[in-house]
């Protein structure tokens, strides 16, 4: 009997057990049956998507593709075996915190040898720790050595302005050896002041050229044009002005072939001819890069041959080109007369723009015919080793190349150095580093007839969008190195974040099989990419802005109070596709989409279809379509599209092919 009991027990157990477990095996069999209904892909498509679930409406983001958590397997396991996993999060999370301000120190008058005192004695007096001010001192007739707007002690926002600490007592030929306190700020600093400086001070400035048989030579920024390419320079010049037009930064293009610069070089020509140039005024276009000394001395030589001594020379463009950059590297090169870097300083560099507020100047050497067969022989020389260093660079395997062997580079020489006499060699003798302070005077016979290199001020460009940036945010889109372009799939309907500057909404074609377009990011590698829907757009960005997904603009509430916002462009943007080279057959970027100063975006559209896009910016302005497209073969500089993932591997910016 207690035998059957146990049983009849034993089996109500597994009565009870099969149907508990009934159910789940059903939901689960079902499962089953549903995900062998999806194809492998698909399957590991949700499966990566589910990475991007607590970020609605988000599809891909740069910043967390490099994260841990959403990281993928092969990239976090290149990352631990390099060791750089704790290295990169590091700098995450420095960069998380955001840029701490300036701060200005308490002894900064320290560094001007005519100051005398103690700052602490008239701390109480001085505004913000920038000095006192007397509206009732005149001003000097001395420009800053620096910007070239006249010394004073007057106002503090008006342009030239030095304490009356260091102002009051001086002469004439100290003031000459000093530069203001803007220029002093940003050159030892890197802290830009606020002037008071209208766009019409600028205008009025330059307008001296209209009635002056003068060159001028038209400084364009590569990476940014045509916004620094100003509207009403050619109003300024006049129909009949002789130009040369100068592509500055160079060194960041990206080589798509062998031939890139010569394909640069007529992008360049043409979107010149556009801003309303004459084909025939324009003399001489060349590349350059100040940064690196490239192609500088190949401008020189040009400027020699074809402009000679005719008049004088103005270097020309809007703010933040390099026009302050050329001038330093001319001086001290065989376009200025020998001796002219010891008495005449250099101007102020800086990656603020603006830096340069009145006319900086140098005379131009004028060469005898054995002067210019002497720097014919001295380029002769020099072409020579570089045609050595270029057999030996043949001769490196390609895989072992570096971004510095590529970048294209020069130096910049003097032929003609000025050699001082040291009569006297006795212990109380003053060395040549210590040279008493000299100043070049226009008035003397050798100036009179002589014809000047002016540096004149840039003219703020209504499309450019850095006087809308930081110090710190400004430094944070300047790309340091060559540009490596970042791809990604563009499916339509969806939209391209560029940090906080900029997006760009793929709206869709008039294709009824395109079901995704190849487009290229040329910017900083420190503005991150975001993808999301494009209906959720700006839902997306008041979300994530000042967040590391978007970065910049970054700081506190009353920073983001400054920020306009982002509008579309007044008009929707309609780019065709096309072959740039039919006999090459080969499937490039048509035209580019530029996006102000944030950078531009490559489009690789299949031939004969139209697609439209929806770009915004700042205020809406800097959105141009230029055709054709700067970097066309974009689609060498990347590698093979991340499983799972928008996004293409990123590789070297430069190959070796036609």
Not at 66 to 79: P, T, V
Not at 371 to 395: M, P, T
């Given at each position: 009997m207690w035998i059957l009991k146990k049983l009849i027990q034993l089996k109500l157990i597994k009565i009870s057990v099969e149907k508990h477990l009934k159910q789940p095996v059903r939901l689960l069999c079902a499962k089953a049956e549903e995900d062998q209904s999806l194809s492998f892909r698909t399957r590991n498509w949700l499966q990566t998507q589910e990475r991007y679930k607590d970020y609605e409406h988000v599809l891909f983001s740069s910043y967390?593709?490099?994260?841990?958590?959403?990281?993928?397997?092969?990239?976090?396991?290149?990352?631990l075996i390099k060791g750089k996993l704790k290295r990169y999060h590091n700098q995450i999370k420095e960069m998380a915190k955001g840029w701490q301000p300036s701060i200005i120190p308490k002894n900064w008058m320290d560094d001007y040898e005519f100051y005398q005192g103690s700052q602490e004695d008239s701390a109480d007096k001085q505004d913000n720790n920038l000095g006192l001010a007397d509206i009732t001192m005149p001003s000097s007739n001395v420009p800053c050595n620096g910007c070239g707007a006249i010394l004073h002690c007057q106002q503090h926002t008006k342009p030239g302005f030095l304490p009356l600490e260091i102002f009051g007592g001086r002469t004439e030929a100290q003031l000459k050896s000093v530069i203001c306190q803007r220029c002093h700020f940003l050159k030892y600093y890197n802290i830009a002041l606020d002037v008071e400086v209208t766009p019409q001070f600028y205008v009025d400035t330059i307008a001296r050229i209209e009635n002056e048989f003068a060159l001028a030579v038209i400084i364009v920024d590569l990476l940014d044009f045509p916004c620094s390419i100003w509207p009403g320079m050619q109003r300024l010049l006049g129909h009949k002005r002789p130009v040369f037009i100068v592509g500055n930064k160079v060194d960041l293009l990206p080589r798509d072939c062998n031939s890139y610069l010569d394909h640069i070089k007529e992008c360049l020509k043409e979107e010149v001819v556009k801003a309303g140039f004459d084909k025939l005024n324009i003399k001489h276009v060349s590349l350059i890069s100040a940064k690196t000394g490239y192609g500088i001395e190949e401008l020189i030589t040009q400027l020699q041959k074809i402009w000679t001594y005719k008049g004088d020379v103005y270097l020309m463009g809007c703010t933040n080109v390099g026009k302050s950059s050329l001038f330093n590297i001319l001086l001290n090169s065989d376009y200025s007369r020998p001796g002219n870097a010891d008495i005449i300083p250099k101007a102020t560099t800086c990656p603020w723009p603006g830096t340069t507020l009145q006319m900086l100047k140098f005379p131009i050497y004028?060469?005898?015919?054995?002067?210019?067969?002497?720097?014919?022989?001295?380029?002769?020389?020099?072409?020579?080793?570089?045609?050595?260093?270029?057999?030996?660079?043949?001769?490196?395997s390609k895989k072992a190349v570096t971004l510095t062997d590529i970048t294209p580079k020069g130096e910049v020489g003097s032929t003609f150095e000025h050699k001082f006499s040291n009569e006297f060699n006795d212990a109380f003798s003053m060395s040549l580093g210590v040279r008493p302070i000299t100043t070049l005077d226009e008035r003397s016979k050798i100036y009179k007839a002589s014809k000047w290199l002016y540096d004149t001020p840039g003219v703020m460009h209504p499309d450019q969008i850095t006087s809308l940036l930081t110090a710190e945010e400004l430094s944070q889109i300047q790309p340091k190195r060559m540009i490596t372009p970042r791809g990604v799939r563009l499916e339509p309907g969806m939209s391209l974040f560029v940090g906080g500057l900029a997006r760009l909404d793929f709206l869709g074609s008039d294709a009824a099989d395109l079901e995704w377009l190849q487009v290229f990011l040329y910017a900083s590698s420190k503005l991150p990419i975001l993808i999301g829907e494009t209906q959720h757009g700006q839902e997306l960005y008041n979300k994530y802005l000042n967040t590391p997904l978007l970065q910049l603009p970054f700081g506190d509430a009353s920073r983001l109070s400054r920020w306009p916002g982002l509008k579309p462009s007044q008009q929707c943007l309609k780019v065709k596709g096309y072959i740039l080279k039919p006999k090459f057959k080969e499937l490039t970027c048509s035209s580019d989409i530029t996006l102000s100063t944030a950078g531009w975006v490559g489009l690789r559209i299949p031939i004969d279809v139209e697609c439209k896009f929806q770009a915004w910016t700042p205020q809406g302005n800097g959105v141009y379509v230029r055709t054709p497209s700067l970097i066309p073969r974009a689609h060498r500089l990347i590698g093979k599209r991340i499983r799972n993932s928008f996004a293409y591997n990123i590789a070297k910016p430069f190959v070796f092919q036609k």
């Open positions: 967390l593709e490099q994260q841990a958590d959403h990281m993928s397997y092969a990239l976090k396991r290149s990352f004028r060469p005898s015919d054995i002067r210019v067969y002497e720097r014919y022989q001295r380029l002769r020389a020099a072409r020579s080793i570089k045609g050595e260093e270029a057999k030996l660079f043949k001769g490196k």
